[in-house]
């Protein structure tokens, strides 16, 4: 059996999507700024395709940009808000658990002088909206924040941040990237600012995603070259991807309930019966504001990347820490972010699933797991199997 749960580092093209792009590779393939008949064809598929994410977001369509995925955005938002900033000093808030886009990003900025205030989780790895509003100092230029975490799922109190952000005259941005598939999002009634997607996250293709920006929002240009995107993000537009983003997006909103109905009763049953079937096992995150197809659980005694190893034998593809940062030996900022301690941050696994999961791949990487768990357990100088019980040295 093939299992696929690592839906939180990219997806499958949905078949939907993929039948709206191919017209636009070798048929209607003008470049949207050219003048002629093959051009303005295509400008009209990016025009649509802007207009359906724009409704979609509550935004207007001249307020969407079309940049290469939330890395581009995430990017772009923050350097592009703070160098904008007239500000003598500049100082903006973030939260400790955010997407790398945006952690490496602040750390760059910081070698530029930029203050940055990374705010803390509580052990459900959630923001309180006071505590970003105690951070907020005279030269704050910008709040950013992430709808929902990627290795935990946590949702964010975004509209509440935003209203804060909003009464005190600050810029808003959320990375909305692993919330949109689950989460309606509307701009103006969460006061955001700007917003980062990036279509490969919700079954659309790689390579392509969004920099909402509310109108007056002045941010300086991260990309320099051609006139597109009404002069602020240089580039060739990329009509079959933006086709294929508008596409995606539109089913996401379309099948919404229905997707968050199986995803979260799939995630539930799982999370209740590891935990009552496998000794030494954590939840990492609450169980309420948890996206509904993210578990990451901790096994005690053993090592993340060993799990992860052994199911992917089995065909059960999972992530350890987030899929950013496996390859390195560090644990995840986010599990330790939760106040999980280190051994068992080092033995955490995301499990996200996918609107087409099945009953039936839950319960073969359940067993899978228990196997793996207690095969690891055995080999596990930290663990006795006669007593069945373990310890830290
Ligand atoms: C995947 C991801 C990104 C980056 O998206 P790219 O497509 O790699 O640019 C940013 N933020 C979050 C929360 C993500 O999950």
Known sequence: MKVYLDNSATTAVDKEVLDAMLPYFCEI???????HAFGRNAQKAVDEARAKIASILGAKASEIYFTSGATESNNWALKGAIR????????MITSAIEHPAIMDTCHELEKEGVE???IKVNHEGIVNPEDIRAAIREDTVLIS????NNEMGAIQPIAEIGKIARDEGILFHTDAVQAIESQPINVDNMNIDMLSL???KFHGPKGIGILYIR????????IHGGHQERRQRAGTTNTPLIVGMAKAL????????RNNRHMSELRDYFIDRVLNEVPYSYLNGGREKRLPNNVNMSFGFIEGESILMTLDLKG?????GSACSSGSLEPSHVILALGVREELAHSSIRFSLGRDTTKEEIDYTIETLKETVDRLRGMSPLFNVEKGTGSYV
């Open 198 to 200: 990036s279509a490969h």
């Open 215 to 222: 109108s007056g929002v002045r941010l300086d240009k991260l």
């Open 84 to 91: 904008a900033s007239k500000n003598a000093k500049k100082h």
């Open 29 to 35: 393939y003008g470049n949207p700024s050219s003048l």
């Open 250 to 257: 539109e089913i996401c909103a379309r099948d919404r309930d």
């Open 116 to 118: 940055v205030t990374y």
């Open 145 to 148: 924040i992430m709808t929902a």
């Open 316 to 320: 059960i593809a999972v992530s350890s």
